[in-house]
Nanobody
Framework: QLQPVESGGGLVQPGGSLTLSCAAS????????VGWFRQAPGKEREGVSS????????NYAESVKGRFTISRDHAKNTVYLQMNSLKPEETAVYYC???????????????????WGQGTQVTVSS
């Protein structure tokens, strides 16, 4: 079963920063596009950012452009989401998800992704 594992969540003050990691064990992420999504209580899951298998192509939701950066380290088999200037309304469970590299099109729509992690909680609060 292909399941990535998220880490790096936690409690951060408004305006603070966190870096989330999406790692794979037992398989390589090199063959997959990767997306980051978040879901707050009572709200639908929304796309935050995505990156192609090569890392050459990225996409961001308008709400996070200029504050979040997605990247990948092939040697570490990990995709990162650097989040700066965090806001309280960005409190949510953050998920990473995978789609085969042939099917990656930059989409931030959850239904385009096939394999999901369990999520990591991010709480932005003073």
């Amino acid at each position: 079963q292909l399941q990535p594992v998220e880490s790096g969540g936690g409690l951060v003050q408004p305006g603070g920063s966190l870096t989330l990691s999406c790692a794979a064990s037992g398989f390589t992420l090199d063959y997959y596009g990767v997306g980051w999504f978040r879901q707050a209580p009572g709200k639908e899951r929304e796309g935050v950012s995505s990156i192609s298998d090569s890392g050459d192509s990225t996409n961001y939701a308008e709400s996070v452009k200029g504050r979040f950066t997605i990247s990948r380290d092939h040697a570490k088999n990990t995709v990162y989401l650097q989040m700066n200037s965090l806001k309280p309304e960005e409190t949510a469970v953050y998920y990473c998800a995978l789609v085969g590299r042939s099917y990656y099109d930059g989409s931030l729509l959850p239904h385009k992704y096939d394999y999901w992690g369990q999520g990591t909680q991010v709480t932005v609060s003073s």
